[in-house]
């Protein structure tokens, strides 16, 4: 079983950083593909990015391609989004996400963290 905890959301200004986290628990993290997603209101939730289980493969939506990157510290068990020049549209409910494979990550993960607020105040 997979518990996923997010953190390090808040207000942020345009243009400006800022880095969530996602720690997980059990035993199995290590072999999952991890993935963000982000749900602003009034819309559905959307895919952000992933990375599969040793970091070497990646996936971006087009609109953060260049500005967010997701990483994983295996030791620490934890994923990060690193979020750069924030735009007033990025803000949303984002959600950490594992999925046992990197080809499901996008379309139905297994299990989903309770989400951490993301404000960019223009």
């Known amino acids: 079983q997979v518990q996923l905890v997010e953190s390090g959301g808040g207000l942020v200004q345009v243009g400006g950083s800022m880095r969530i986290s996602c720690a997980a628990s059990?035993?199995?993290?290590?072999?999952?593909?991890m993935g963000w997603f982000r749900q602003a209101p009034g819309k559905e939730r959307e895919f952000v990015a992933a990375?599969?289980?040793?970091?070497?493969?990646?996936d971006y939506r087009n609109s953060v391609k260049g500005r967010f990157t997701i990483s994983r510290d295996a030791a620490k068990n934890t994923v990060y989004l690193q979020m750069n020049s924030l735009k007033p549209e990025d803000t949303a409910v984002y959600y950490c996400?594992?999925?046992?494979?990197?080809?499901?990550?996008?379309?139905?993960?297994?299990?989903w963290g309770q989400g951490t607020q993301v404000t960019v105040s223009s």
């Open positions: 996400a594992a999925a046992r494979l990197f080809e499901f990550i996008g379309s139905h993960p297994d299990h």
């Open positions: 059990g035993s199995t993290f290590r072999t999952y593909a």
């Open positions: 990375l599969n289980w040793n970091g070497g493969r990646f």
